[in-house]
């Protein structure tokens, strides 16, 4: 049936073959190359250095910290992308288009210039600079600066996945329960949340992926503090530059590995999404 379709668009055998050998070539020269380079690179020593080379203790806190980074940064935008969701997608309001110009603004801003702005703002010479050192709060150079600069770069996540999804959505059932009776709390878990489950949980994935290789904000406000304030993009930069390629594609194929896990896992919720019915 294909091949019939293809011919009455008109479209030569010959020519789907070449259009498919080249996104071929080109996805393998651009992704799979340097891929396996990085975990041939990270294993040309053995496993024994590899393992060394994650058992460091600045690898160990580097690794930690894009963990915890991740795991302050991800819930809270999906907090901030749910309630985003709900409010330009369910409602209309003056400013309701600004307001999405303004979620977009992670997007074409540089991530740099967002970690520059983060330091002019809350930096020891900042704007908020002296309140915050009167109270003996640290910021830039310290874990919440990193933990901003990777909410910052990642808020548009979950909310642009959420907001087209709400918006087709409509309000019908919402308004429906809301005549039946139900409470705010009691609409959101029983009527919204299933009929956006998938949709937030291919945000918060996209929203993990991008908060844990996020490398321009953070490297402006983390101070390059070893074991303390490297992540493990951070950390791979400072390996590489030093000439310890063993250490530095270690960490760089732990963390092309999580970025792996990350896709296997918006795969399954593409297809269980796709596969799920909907709800009743």
Excluded at 17 to 41: D, E, H, M, S, Y
Excluded at 142 to 151: N, S
Excluded at 222 to 247: A, F, K, Q, W
Excluded at 257 to 274: N, P, Q, S, Y
């Amino acid at each position: 049936m294909s091949a019939r379709g293809g011919r009455a668009n008109g479209e030569r055998p010959a020519v789907r073959r070449a259009l498919i050998a080249v996104a071929l070539v080109f996805v393998g020269v651009v992704l799979f190359v340097p891929l396996t380079a990085v975990f041939a690179q990270a294993f040309a020593h053995g496993a024994r250095a590899f393992a060394a080379a994650l058992a460091t203790p600045d690898a160990r806190a580097a690794i930690r910290l894009t963990l915890l980074t991740a795991l302050i940064a991800v819930p809270a935008n999906a907090a901030f992308g749910l309630a985003a969701g709900w409010a330009i997608g369910k409602f209309r309001f003056r400013g309701r288009h600004i307001l999405i110009t303004l979620l977009d603004l992670p997007f074409s801003v540089s991530p740099v210039i967002a970690g520059l702005v983060l330091v002019l703002l809350l930096g020891e010479r900042g704007w908020l600079g002296p309140f915050l050192l009167a109270h003996n709060i640290r910021i830039i150079f310290a874990v919440p600066g990193i933990v901003l600069a990777t909410m910052f770069v990642t808020v548009p996540f979950v909310a642009r996945v959420l907001i087209p999804l709400m918006e087709a959505q409509g309000t019908d059932e919402e308004q429906a329960a809301r005549g039946l009776g139900a409470g705010g709390w009691q609409i959101l878990r029983r009527v919204t949340l299933p009929n956006i489950k998938w949709g937030l949980l291919y945000g918060v994935i996209l929203c993990n992926a991008r908060a844990m290789g996020e490398f321009g904000a953070v490297s402006v406000v983390s101070g390059h503090i070893r074991g303390l304030t490297d992540t493990m993009p951070l950390h791979v930069e400072i390996l590489y530059n030093e000439y310890n390629e063993v250490g530095a594609f270690a960490v760089a194929s732990l963390l092309t590995v999580l970025a792996l896990v990350t896709l296997a896992v918006k795969l399954l919720v593409e297809r269980t999404g796709a596969a799920a019915p909907g709800p009743r």
